[in-house]
C-alpha cells in the first residue's frame, strides 16, 4: 500500500488529511504571479484534470474557489437558484444544515427535507427519495435541489442516484455536496446527473486544504449566468467568466494551486479513481475488522456507511478527551462527535496519505489507549 512515511502523527480527522511528501513539496516551486502565462496554464490544466479524474465527461467545466469546501457550497446554492425561485435542502447533518443555513444568509426561501424526531434518528437516517418526490410536488417554485452525498457528521452515504432521478423528473437542478466523497466512495458520480458538484482539494483528492471545486455540467453552467449575483467575492458566475479567459477575478492561493496539481498526478499515476475507491475499501476493512475486535459499535448501519468515516459509540467509562489524548500520545489523532453526538460517540476517519503499516497498527494503539482512558 502506497503512503509516505510520516514521522508525526498520523491525521484520522476528516480533514485537513495527510499529505504526501510530493504534494508538500509542491509549494517550494516558487513565487508566481497570477496574471502571468505560467499560472494561465496551471489553472487550465487544473480545470481540466478534475473532470477527468473524477471520470466525468468533457462536458463538465471546473470552477476553482479560493477557499475551504464551505466556499464551494456557498457559490453553488447562490449560484444555482434564480430570482423569485426556491431552493429544496435535504437535511440529515451538519453539512445539510449549513447548506439551509448558507440560503437563508443570502435571502434564499428554502424549504427543508430530512428525517424527523430526535437529533440521532435524524443524523442516522439516510435521505429517502420519495420524501423528495412529495416536497418538489409541495413546492412547484423550487428551482435546484441540494444534497450532501456522504454526510461527514456520521459518515452515512445519501442515496444520491436515486434523489437525482427524481430530481430530473421534476426538472430541478441537482447540486451535491461531495466534499468528502470525490475520489474516495464508492458512487460513480459522473453517472448521477449532478448539475453542480462541490469538492475539495483535499479529504480524498490528497490535495491540500484552502482550495475547493465546482464541477458543473451545461444545465448548471446555464443556471449559473441566470441566478441573480449574490455577494461579491464568492460569485460563480464572476469566476467562471474569469477562469474561461485563462484569468482569476482574485488573488488565488497559488502554492496550493501546485499541491493539487502534484495531488492529482499522483492520483492519476496510482490508477485514478478506481484505485483510490479501492485504497479506501480496504481501509475500512481493515479498521473496521479492528473495531469488531474491540467491541466497538458504528453508529451507521452498514448499507449506509461510507468508506473514509467511522463513528463510533464510545465504551463505558471513557471519555472522548481521555481517549484523545491516549491515542494521541500512541500517534494517532481523531475526532470527537458532532452536536448531540460529541457526549458519546467519536470519529475515526482515513481521508489522505496513510502508510498503510500505521492503519494496521491503529488496532493495538486503540485497545492500549482504551485501557489507559478507562476510570
Ligand atoms: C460534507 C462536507 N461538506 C462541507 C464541508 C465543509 O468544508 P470546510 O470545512 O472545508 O469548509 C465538509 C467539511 O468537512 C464536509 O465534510
Known sequence: MYGDATAGP????????????????????????????????LLNRLRLELPRALDFPRTYESVLVTGSGTAAMEMAVTGAVRSGRELLVLSNGVYGERLLAIA?????????????????????????????ERALEAHPRVDAVVCVHHETTTGLINPVREIGEVVARHRALFVVDA????????????????DILCG?????????????????????????AEAPARGFYNNAATHLAGQRRGDVPFTPAVQICYALDEALAEFAERGGRRARVALYRERAVLVRSGFARLGLEILVDPPHRA??????????????????????QRGYLIYAGQGGLAAGHFRICTFGEIPWERLEALEFALDAALLAARD
Not at 11 to 36: F, I, M, Q, W, Y
Not at 111 to 131: K, M, S
Not at 185 to 190: Q, R
Not at 307 to 328: F, G, K, M, Q
Open 104 to 132: 437563508r444568509a443570502h435571502g434564499i426561501t428554502a424549504h427543508e427535507v430530512g428525517p424527523e424526531g430526535p437529533q440521532l434518528h435524524r443524523w442516522t437516517t439516510p435521505i429517502d427519495p420519495a420524501w423528495v
Open 179 to 194: 466534499i468528502s466523497s470525490t475520489g474516495n466512495e464508492e458512487l460513480n458520480l459522473a453517472d448521477v446527473g449532478i
Open 200 to 224: 475539495t482539494a483535499n479529504k480524498g483528492l490528497h490535495g491540500l486544504p484552502g482550495l475547493s471545486f465546482l464541477l458543473c455540467g451545461p444545465a448548471g453552467l446555464d443556471r449559473i
Open 10 to 41: 498520523v491525521l484520522l480527522n476528516p480533514g485537513p488529511a495527510g499529505t504526501s511528501e510530493r504534494v508538500k513539496n509542491a509549494l517550494l516551486r516558487g513565487d508566481l504571479c497570477h496574471r502571468e502565462t505560467e499560472f494561465t496554464e
Open 307 to 328: 468508506n473514509s468515516v467511522s463513528t463510533l459509540r464510545l465504551p463505558a467509562n471513557v471519555t472522548y478527551r481521555r481517549l484523545h489524548d491516549e491515542l494521541a
